[in-house]
């Protein structure tokens, strides 16, 4: 014979111990049937109005359902999203291996009149991937040509305002972009070495707050903790990869 629990009772319903559902509380009760006990003799039943028996808090994260439905509309959703980040992905590889080919497709000119005109027919989305690839032609003798041509089309008899407009702007974006590259490309050869002196640092939170106090924790760095996590994964090495993401978060407290 089956044994039932006897549960403290209030008005004949049997009241379970409170569960805890994250920051709510929900009583949950058991009615005892005592008329039908008494009608044929047999002993009282018990009818659950509702289950939610959680001691160990093993579910306090999981959100409520009613019933079959929002579980099925959940399921839906999920399906859903993967879907559509499916898509997004399947999208963003194209548009990058669209991209890609196109830049590919162009050849950097070596004489620097031809360089200008090179730039000026650039896209403005592939300025700074020109910039970067480029740079090495970018450098006083080019700036020193690209000045004297503004200079020659101002005193011409009939200057092209249009045309000067247009090489002065581009004279101004290619010095500013080429200081973010050289700035990008030093910040890039020295995040492995700050990386290697963090991990060897036998206080690596007190080291984090030297480099924060110093601006080493920039971008190139993350991007560096970011590869090292990646790099663990494809490896099989999880117990790195667990290491460095504590790492990076640890870091990203310091962006700069």
Same mark, same amino acid.
């Given at each position: 014979?089956?044994?039932?629990?006897?549960?403290?009772?209030?008005?004949?319903?049997?009241?379970?111990?409170?569960?805890?559902?994250?920051?709510?509380?929900?009583?949950?009760?058991?009615?005892?049937?005592?008329?039908?006990?008494?009608?044929?003799?047999?002993?009282?039943?018990?009818?659950?109005?509702?289950?939610?028996?959680?001691?160990?808090?093993?579910?306090?994260?999981?959100?409520?359902?009613?019933?079959?439905?929002?579980?099925?509309?959940?399921?839906?959703?999920?399906?859903?999203?993967?879907?559509?980040?499916?898509?997004?992905?399947?999208?963003?590889?194209?548009?990058?291996?669209?991209?890609?080919?196109?830049?590919?497709?162009?050849?950097?000119?070596?004489?620097?009149?031809?360089?200008?005109?090179?730039?000026?027919?650039?896209e403005a989305t592939?300025?700074?991937? /020109?910039? +970067?690839?480029?740079?090495? #032609? !970018?450098? &006083?003798?080019?700036?020193?040509?690209?000045?004297? =041509?503004?200079?020659?089309?101002?005193i011409s008899p009939?200057?092209?305002?249009?045309?000067?407009?247009?090489?002065?702007?581009?004279?101004?974006?290619?010095?500013?972009?080429?200081?973010?590259?050289?700035?990008?490309?030093?910040?890039?050869?020295?995040?492995?070495?700050?990386?290697?002196?963090?991990? /060897?640092? +036998?206080?690596?939170?007190? #080291? !984090?707050? &030297?480099?924060?106090?110093?601006?080493?924790?920039? =971008?190139?760095?993350?991007?560096?903790?970011?590869?090292?996590?990646?790099?663990?994964?494809?490896?099989?090495?999880?117990?790195?990869?667990?290491?460095?993401?504590?790492?990076?978060?640890?870091?990203?407290?310091?962006?700069?």
């Open positions: 014979m089956m044994m039932l629990a006897t549960l403290p009772s209030v008005g004949g319903v049997a009241v379970r111990p409170p569960v805890q559902h994250g920051s709510n509380t929900r009583v949950t009760a058991c009615r005892i049937n005592t008329m039908s006990g008494k009608s044929n003799g047999r002993k009282p039943s018990v009818r659950a109005n509702a289950a939610a028996w959680d001691p160990e808090g093993l579910y306090k994260k999981t959100p409520e359902m009613s019933g079959i439905i929002d579980r099925k509309l959940m399921g839906n959703r999920a399906d859903e999203d993967k879907k559509s980040k499916s898509v997004m992905e399947t999208f963003m590889a194209a548009h990058k291996e669209e991209v890609n080919m196109r830049r590919e497709s162009r050849i950097v000119p070596e004489d620097p009149y031809e360089l200008v005109e090179f730039f000026l027919e650039t592939d300025m700074n991937f /020109e910039v +970067a690839r480029c740079r090495p #032609k !970018l450098d &006083e003798d080019f700036f020193a040509m690209l000045n004297k =041509q503004i200079g020659i089309e101002k009939t200057p092209d305002e249009e045309r000067v407009t247009e090489l002065e702007m581009l004279r101004d974006y290619l010095t500013e972009a080429v200081e973010a590259v050289d700035t990008a490309t030093q910040q890039v050869s020295a995040a492995p070495e700050r990386l290697k002196s963090l991990l /060897e640092a +036998a206080n690596k939170k007190e #080291k !984090l707050r &030297e480099m924060a106090s110093n601006g080493e924790i920039d =971008q190139a760095f993350m991007d560096l903790l970011e590869q090292n996590i990646e790099g663990a994964q494809e490896a099989g090495r999880e117990d790195v990869a667990e290491f460095m993401t504590k790492v990076r978060q640890a870091a990203g407290k310091f962006m700069i």
